[in-house]
Structures are given as C-alpha cells and as structure tokens.
C-alpha cells in the first residue's frame, strides 16, 4: 500500500462544484503539502502545513482552502471549482527538522472541471 | 523573480550517457533537488546538491555549481525506464521549493 494516499484519483466535476480531495499518510510525517502541476509548468504550492494547528498559504491558494484534521490527513477544497483548476493535483509530505527537501508525493488526483 | 530553466525535451539512446542542464535565478539558496516522475505517477526523490560538486548515486550523478547558479543530472547506461521527465527543484532563503517545469526525457532503442 502506498505510504501518502489520495482520493479521489480522477475525478470530472462542473463548474461551480464543490469538490474535495483527500489525502492521508502512514509515514509519520509533520509536513504536508498540497501541488498542483500543469503541462509546461512546474509544480505549484497551493497550502503547506507543518503540523496539525499550522496552515500556511502557498504560490496559488486563490480559490482553495485546506483542512488539517489529524496528524495524518490533509484534505484540499475547491469551493466553486472552475475550468482553470483543471489539473493534477498532488499531496506530499516532509519529515520536519530536515531542510533536505526530500519529499513523498501520492500517486496524484486529476481534475477535470467542465 | 524566482525562475528555474531546464530543457522541455530531450532524446537519447539506449546504452548512452545524458546530461540535464538546470540553471537557476532565487531568492538565495538552500540546496537544488532532482526528481524523477514517470509518465502518470507520482515524483520521486533522486538527489540533493547543497555543496559545489559532483554527487554520484550509481548510474545517476548530480553536479552544482551554486556561482554560476548551474546543475546537471548526468545519467548513464541508459535504459528504457529512465525514460521520464526530470525535474530541478531549488529551496529559497525561505525553505520553499522553486520548481522548474521538468525535463522529458525519451530514450530510444
């Protein structure tokens, strides 16, 4: 089983939706991130959270919004999901007190907004 | 601005040596990362560069050069499931991560 796990992994919405993407880890880590990658960009931080009471807004958090209930889940909303949030989205995380930038991404959810 | 370059593409053949070209303009610097991310799959870890100078890890060695701003992802011996795109990461002064837009690699039999 996959140590950082996303639901759901694909998934086709219309615009105005409300759409939720899960993400939970059995790795112990403090670190989570949410990314969005987009072809011919690189990868793009939407919200990191260095533990369960930190939320930290990343490059792109317009139109976003990140829960951290548990140590182990990181969930990422798209309140009123339009075209332009069409991507991959992935979860990562990082054990904290290393700055080696070593990071554990899940397989990834793709999002289709219509 | 931030800004990380890498070629968007790149050919090689099977058995060969390839060199990935990274060059980077941040807000200071705190260590440039590989990632390997296979076509539909999630990134992974390849290698860290902090200091000036080569890192090798098997087939695949990492080099920085952080005044001129320049690493390379040298991979030999190729084989046909390096075909993946490369991606160049730099952490900022702020610990964040600067992503290039990756590097595909095709190799070739």
């Known amino acids: 089983d996959a140590d950082v796990t996303q639901t759901p992994r694909n998934r086709i919405t219309k615009t105005g939706k409300r759409i939720m993407l899960e993400c939970s880890q059995t790795?112990?880590?403090?670190?989570m991130y949410w990314y969005r990658q987009d072809p011919g960009l690189g990868l793009r931080l939407i919200y990191y959270s260095f533990d369960v009471k930190d939320i930290n807004k990343g490059e792109i958090s317009d139109g976003y919004s990140v829960s951290r209930q548990a140590q182990a889940k990181f969930s990422l909303s798209l309140e009123s999901a339009i075209p332009n949030q069409t991507a991959l989205y992935f979860c990562a995380t990082s054990e904290s007190g290393q700055d080696t930038g070593e990071l554990f991404f899940g397989e990834g959810s793709r999002l289709t907004v219509l | 601005g931030q800004n990380i370059d890498q070629p968007t593409e790149m050919t090689a053949t099977e058995g060969a040596i390839v060199q990935i070209n990274c060059t980077y303009q941040t807000s200071g610097f705190n260590g440039l990362f590989w990632y390997q991310q296979h076509a539909g799959e999630a990134p992974t870890f390849l290698s860290y560069n902090v200091l000036d100078g080569l890192e090798e890890k098997g087939r695949f060695s990492s080099f920085l050069s952080r005044s001129k701003g320049y690493s390379y992802l040298l991979l030999k011996e190729l084989q046909m499931k390096d075909s993946a795109s490369y991606l160049c990461?730099?952490?900022?002064?702020?610990?964040?991560?600067?992503w290039g837009a990756g590097t595909k690699l095709i190799i070739k039999p």
């Open positions: 790795k112990g880590h403090d670190r």
């Open positions: 990461a730099v952490m900022d002064s702020n610990y964040q991560l600067i």
